[in-house]
């Protein structure tokens, strides 16, 4: 009779509607609930100290760094800031393959979110600390183009009063050349090297300083929760429509591949998506660039660094500097090996890989998916056998990454004094 049969098939249908939900919510075993949980931001340890920069924590120095990374003074030609290429209203990068400062350079800008809490900074790794890694662009002939004097003599006519409550009196800088410094130009390069010790200690003392400000600022930029994060708290609360509402299915396919059969997760670990390893993944060489070894050249570089850990200039103990003292260079594996980075908010901010070689993710994705010899060195990737769509659920899953800044708002914007 017709009443009882569309009241059964109500009753059946919401029963099935009832089974896919709690299907949904029981979508991860134990074991992988526990493994996205160690990829969600709230396991993110608090910010680590850096003992090798004693004002890292200081606001007073963190407002200065801020001035110093938007201030276009510390440059060649008085047109190229920190914030040139680290764009805040861009994740603080550029969306360019190669960055451009007063040249161009060889590698593409890496965004600096969450970056204090990396052990090596660049592609390769040459710095060991955020105040070390400033330093490096400030001198670069590509970046801004400047040297040693010329930053300590702008610190001393605009930022006197400001440098002194952070760091305490300037030295004395009457009689030091206007351009000095270890750089490319030879009048500045030969003027630096006709410099006492002494005197060059000094003014290096200073450049220090300036990094370990602006350092104090970038410590303040870190990655806000994605999508991402919200579906791993519904999915540990067994929240089946919250976890739907959240990701769509292709999405949550994408992550079953990431964790599983892409093994992306082996590398993209850990609430930052990184393991703050170096590998050579096989990435092609940029076209009209020299060979580039990689952390081969990085790894030395870190430790010939004056400005590294164990260095004159660091604040930090010796037993404090682990990183460096337990780095191995000159090993044949690190030839051609870049930095794992981060892959939060990675949709947002293409091309891809340390000279945009990519510009696409489905790019990036169907590299992996080939697996291809590397130009130099050797690729530690094997091909994945993805299928089209799979490798579409992989990219779907990528922009899931994507989630605000966390910082306060004056950090965001040029300041306005
Ligand atoms: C001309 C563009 C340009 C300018 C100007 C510039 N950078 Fe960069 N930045 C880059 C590029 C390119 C890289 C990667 C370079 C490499 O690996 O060799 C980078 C890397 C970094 C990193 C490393 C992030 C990580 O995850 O390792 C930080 C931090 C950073 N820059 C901060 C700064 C600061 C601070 C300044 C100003 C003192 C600055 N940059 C000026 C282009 C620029
Ligand atoms: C063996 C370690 C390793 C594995 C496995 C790995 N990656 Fe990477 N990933 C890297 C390294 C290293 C880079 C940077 C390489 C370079 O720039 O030359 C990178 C770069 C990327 C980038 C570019 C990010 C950027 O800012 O330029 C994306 C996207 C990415 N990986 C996604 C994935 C996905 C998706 C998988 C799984 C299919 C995966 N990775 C597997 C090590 C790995």
């Known amino acids: 009779m017709p009443i009882l049969r569309w009241m059964t098939a109500t009753l059946l249908g919401l029963l099935c509607l009832a089974a896919v939900a709690a299907g949904a919510g029981k979508g991860w075993t134990q074991a992988e609930l526990a493994q996205l949980q160690e990829l969600s931001l709230a396991s993110l340890p608090p910010l680590p100290a850096d003992p090798s920069n004693r004002v890292a924590d200081d606001e007073r120095a963190a407002e200065l760094g801020q001035r110093l990374f938007f201030d276009q003074r510390l440059s060649s030609n008085g047109q190229v800031a920190c914030a040139t290429c680290h764009l805040p209203d861009?994740?603080?990068?550029?969306?360019?393959?190669?960055a451009k400062g007063v040249g161009t350079t060889d590698r593409r800008t890496m965004s600096i979110i969450g970056t204090a809490r990396s052990p090596w900074q660049f592609w390769d790794?040459?710095?060991?600390?955020?105040?070390?890694?400033?330093?490096?662009?400030?001198?670069?002939?590509v970046e801004h183009g400047g040297d040693r004097t010329q930053y300590a003599h702008l610190l001393a006519a605009h930022y006197r009063a400001d440098y002194e409550a952070v760091?305490?009196?300037?030295?004395?800088?009457?009689?030091?050349?206007k351009h000095a410094g270890p750089v490319a130009d030879p009048q500045a390069n030969a003027a630096w090297r006709a410099l006492p010790q002494g005197e060059r200690a000094k003014v290096s003392g200073v450049f220090a300083n300036l990094g370990k400000a602006i350092a104090a600022y970038e410590r303040r930029i870190e990655p806000g929760p994605a999508r991402f994060d919200a579906y791993v708290t519904a999915a540990a609360a067994?929240?089946?429509?919250?976890?739907?509402?959240?990701?769509?299915?292709?999405?949550?396919?994408g992550l079953k591949l990431f964790l599983g059969k892409a093994q992306c997760v082996q590398c993209h670990g850990g609430p930052l998506f990184t393991n703050d390893e170096f590998h050579n993944t096989g990435v092609p060489a940029a076209r009209g660039l020299p060979q580039d070894p990689g952390r081969l050249a990085g790894a030395k570089q870190v430790l010939q660094d004056e400005f590294n850990c164990l260095g004159p200039f660091s604040d930090a103990k010796p037993q404090q500097c682990g990183e460096i003292r337990f780095l191995a260079a000159d090993n044949a594996s690190q030839l051609r090996q870049f930095r794992v980075p981060s892959l939060r908010n990675v949709a947002e901010r293409g091309p891809y890989m340390h000279a945009g070689q990519f510009a696409t993710l489905r790019q990036v994705v169907e590299h992996y998916n080939r697996a291809p010899a590397a130009p130099q060195g050797h690729s530690e990737l094997q091909p994945l056998?993805?299928?089209?769509?799979?490798?579409?659920?992989?990219?779907?899953?990528?922009?899931?990454?994507?989630?605000?800044?966390?910082?306060?708002?004056?950090?965001?914007?040029?300041?306005?004094?």
């Open 167 to 177: 760091f305490g009196p300037l030295p004395d800088l009457r009689g030091l050349p």
């Open 125 to 141: 790794g040459r710095k060991d600390s955020q105040w070390a890694q400033a330093l490096g662009p400030l001198e670069s002939a």
């Open 385 to 417: 056998g993805l299928s089209a769509r799979e490798i579409d659920q992989l990219v779907a899953f990528l922009g899931s990454l994507s989630g605000p800044v966390k910082a306060e708002r004056r950090w965001l914007q040029a300041p306005s004094n």
């Open 90 to 98: 861009r994740l603080f990068q550029d969306g360019t393959p190669l």
């Open 238 to 253: 067994g929240d089946a429509a919250k976890t739907q509402s959240t990701l769509s299915r292709d999405e949550v396919a």
